[in-house]
């Protein structure tokens, strides 16, 4: 840091990271983020979703999670409607599919159901 616009930068930067972790929102997006995870990709897939909602506004705040107890299907995303209390589980998720469940589970409330663990289970 050299300057006061620096500062201010930095300190925008994380007034954005708080909102990012809004309690109000509709939707908590889980990244399951153990051993497991990370090795299977977990992390590129985190690093998406922080972005494309730093970039965009979804009604959504993002959090990581240790091991979820599934690893055969890491990396795995959980989306928590906080509104009807529901829970959805998206497996083998890549940075591809995790902007695709921003985009339509986050603002169109459309369950992808073909990334779901119950198409897995079938």
Do not use: W
Not at 13 to 27: F, G, H, I, Q, T
Not at 83 to 107: G, R, W
């Amino acid at each position: 840091m050299k300057s006061l616009e620096d500062l201010k930068k930095m300190r925008e930067k994380a007034l954005k990271k708080v909102e990012m972790r809004d309690v109000n929102k509709k939707y908590r997006v889980v990244v399951g983020m153990a051993t497991c995870g990370i090795a299977a990709g977990a992390r590129p897939v985190l690093n998406t979703l922080i972005e494309e909602i730093s970039r965009n506004e979804y009604p959504c705040i993002v959090t990581q999670t240790g091991c979820i107890g599934l690893c055969a299907y890491e990396p795995i995303v959980e989306v928590f409607n906080q509104e009807d209390h529901t829970k959805t589980t998206y497996v083998h998720v890549t940075p591809e599919k995790a902007i695709s469940i921003l985009q339509n589970h986050i603002l169109k409330d459309r369950i992808l159901t073909e990334l779901t663990i119950d198409n897995y289970q079938k």
